[in-house]
């Protein structure tokens, strides 16, 4: 017999038919995943290949067909079956209006089972790829995980991600904060071929200036006060792997001298020492500020900002790619809702056209956390009623042309001020200011 080995996901809720499925696909060959909820089924589409989707339809809080719905929306050239001991016209009509190829009744022989499988199977290999976006590389959002979007902007952040991936040059992602520049320098290192190596995270703004050296680049025993051994710095624990500098603005002055050697060199030396370390790492940075106005100002230097920029990745904010809110938002229902609630909550469209319609100040960020906040304190589909009051709110611009920025900050100050009928705090919580910085404003 030849051999499969292609990976199949049963999911059902009943543990006998679990172990039957299990038992008579691997008596084929096949690779088996088993989930007893939709849930459980998730973390594994999410965190595995999977050629092949086998589920039940009747299954407690989140069933089967939404299951298949959300395969069809993320995995749809994955093929489906269903299996279920509930058969009806109208359930098989539903079925099939699904997405799933077959739809087998229980019981339902060894035979007519594999049948299925390879007809599923059969079905895939013909199935065309997803189309090449014209004159750059295949990209694809589920190669790399976490990152969701379809906007020309984001499409291009995965055009450049598929071209560095497999290479070590420096990159630095470039934002603002909430934008989601950590999860593009993760995606970087988790679909090239050093994803096995270790994905280092720094935060260069949360070191004290004083610390910074010792402790990206370690230091010897005796090295200064309270040095009582040797010690590896986040460069030594990056060896093989991708060195993450976040607000690389934050880095002070005689931090950028020891960087711009190390990358020019490809070696470090720890603080006490005067012996050099070879590093073979890929440095990636990111910043949320204006690097040409640091490097006017004296505040960083611009040898380092050109050996940095080897590859620069721009992350538009959320305002500028809004056509990827619904996916985002579709993102984090399933991951509040699987977490919190074991259902995958839906959103009505006029709450999601509000939700569009926002400016998003804090970006993916901040919608990750309105959406979370949402869940919770929704008990079923997410409406209007479920928006913050302060989203709600829409400006009605000038019809005369437009105005400059103070006049248009206090124009909004007063219609918040009247929407909350005076109420000061009220008005300051919308406009997440303080109350001092309102009074201020308003003198």
Same mark, same amino acid.
């Given at each position: 017999m030849a051999l499969h080995k292609e990976n199949i996901l049963v999911v059902d809720d009943d543990l006998h038919i679990l172990e039957l499925l299990s038992r008579q696909l691997k008596a084929l060959d096949y690779h088996i995943y088993k989930a007893i909820s939709v849930k459980e089924a998730l973390f594994i589409l999410k965190d595995s290949d999977i050629d092949l989707l086998i589920?039940?339809?009747?299954?407690?809080?989140?069933?089967?067909?939404?299951?298949?719905?959300y395969v069809n929306e993320h995995y749809p050239h994955m093929p489906k079956l269903v299996v279920t001991g509930y058969p009806s016209v109208d359930g098989a009509l539903e079925v099939i209006k699904s997405g799933a190829i077959d739809y087998l009744t229980k019981p339902f022989t060894k035979e007519e089972l594999r049948q299925s499988v390879e007809k599923a199977l059969t !079905?895939? $290999?013909?199935?065309?790829?997803?189309?090449? #976006?014209?004159?750059t590389t295949n990209t694809s959002s589920a190669k790399f995980k976490g990152m969701v979007g379809s906007s020309s902007a984001f499409l291009d952040i995965l055009n450049i991600i598929d071209r560095v991936r497999d290479n070590r040059a420096t990159v630095l992602i470039t934002g603002e904060s909430g934008t989601g520049k950590e999860l593009v320098a993760r995606a970087i290192h988790n679909s090239g071929k050093f994803s096995k190596g270790p994905f280092i995270a720094v935060n260069c703004g949360a070191?004290?200036?004083? !610390?910074? $050296?010792?402790?990206?680049?370690?230091?010897? #025993?005796g090295a200064f006060t309270g040095a009582n051994e040797n010690r590896n710095g986040f460069f030594q624990a990056a060896v093989g792997g991708t060195l993450f500098l976040d607000e690389i603005g934050a880095a002070g002055i005689a931090l950028q001298t020891k960087l711009l050697r190390a990358l020019q060199e490809k070696e470090i030396t720890k603080v006490g020492s005067s012996k050099p370390e070879k590093v073979e790492i890929?440095?990636?940075?990111?910043?949320?500020?204006?690097?040409?106005e640091e490097i006017k100002n004296k505040n960083f230097r611009e040898d380092l900002y050109y050996r940095l920029t080897v590859v620069e990745i721009n992350v538009p904010p959320l305002r500028e790619r809004k056509s990827d809110i619904s996916l985002l938002v579709a993102k984090f229902l399933r991951k509040y809702g699987v977490e919190y609630k074991d259902r995958l909550p839906r959103i009505s469209p006029e709450a999601l056209r509000i939700l569009e319609r926002y400016h998003w100040p804090g970006n993916i960020r901040e919608l990750e956390n309105i959406v979370q906040r949402m869940v919770i304190m929704s008990d079923g589909p997410i409406g209007i009623e479920d928006i913050p009051e302060f989203l709600k709110f829409q400006?009605?611009?000038?019809?005369?042309?437009?105005?400059?920025?103070?006049?248009?900050?206090?124009?909004?100050?007063?219609?918040i001020l009247l929407y909350t009928k005076g109420n000061k705090t009220k008005a300051a919580e919308i406009l997440q200011i303080d109350r001092k910085t309102l009074r201020d404003k308003l003198d």
């Open positions: 589920t039940d339809i009747q299954m407690p809080e989140v069933d089967g067909l939404q299951l298949l719905k !079905l895939k $290999e013909k199935q065309p790829g997803p189309p090449k #976006k014209q004159g070191i004290p200036e004083n !610390l910074q $050296e010792a402790e990206l680049f370690g230091y010897i #025993k890929r440095i990636v940075a990111a910043t949320n500020v204006d690097l040409f400006i009605d611009f000038p019809q005369k042309g437009l105005l400059p920025l103070r006049e248009m900050e206090r124009e909004y100050i007063k219609k």
